[in-house]
C-alpha cells in the first residue's frame, strides 16, 4: 500500500502564490502517472490540473496554464504544485494521485482558499 500525502494548502489572496506538495511512501522514478486534481465546492467531479509522468512528461490543463507548474524531485519521492497569480475560481480541495505499478492511490486532499 502506497501513501500519498498532500500539504501546502491555505488562505491566500487573489494574485497571490502557493507550492503544493505530494509526497509517495515509495519512490516515484517509475511512476506510471502522478497527478493534481481539484474539487471545488458544488462539484462532484475531480479536475485534473496538472500532471507528471514516465519520462518526465509533464502536462497542464489549459484553465491553468501560465499560471500552474508541476515539478518533481524523484530523490525525495515527491510532486509538486506551483501556483501562481491565484484566483478566487481556484479554491478547493488539491488532491495528488498516483498511478503505481502496485495500484492507484489519492491523498486525502489540502484545501486552497482564494479570498481577500
Known amino acids: 500500500q502506497v501513501q500519498v500525502v498532500e500539504s501546502g494548502g491555505g488562505l491566500v489572496q487573489p494574485g497571490g502564490s502557493l507550492r503544493l506538495s505530494c509526497a509517495a511512501s515509495?519512490?516515484?522514478?517509475?511512476?506510471?502517472?502522478m497527478g493534481w486534481y481539484r474539487q471545488t465546492s458544488g462539484e462532484s467531479a475531480r479536475e485534473l490540473v496538472a500532471?507528471?509522468?514516465?519520462?518526465?512528461?509533464?502536462e497542464i490543463a489549459a484553465s491553468v496554464k501560465g499560471r500552474f507548474t508541476v515539478s518533481r524531485s524523484d530523490t525525495r519521492n515527491a510532486v509538486y504544485l506551483q501556483m501562481n497569480d491565484l484566483k478566487p475560481e481556484d479554491t478547493g480541495v488539491y488532491y495528488c494521485?498516483?498511478?503505481?505499478?502496485?495500484?492507484?492511490?489519492w491523498g486525502q486532499g489540502t484545501q486552497v482558499t482564494v479570498s481577500s
Open positions: 515509495e519512490s516515484i522514478s517509475n511512476i506510471i502517472f
Open positions: 494521485k498516483g498511478i503505481f505499478v502496485s495500484g492507484t492511490y
Open positions: 500532471a507528471t509522468g514516465g519520462g518526465g512528461r509533464s
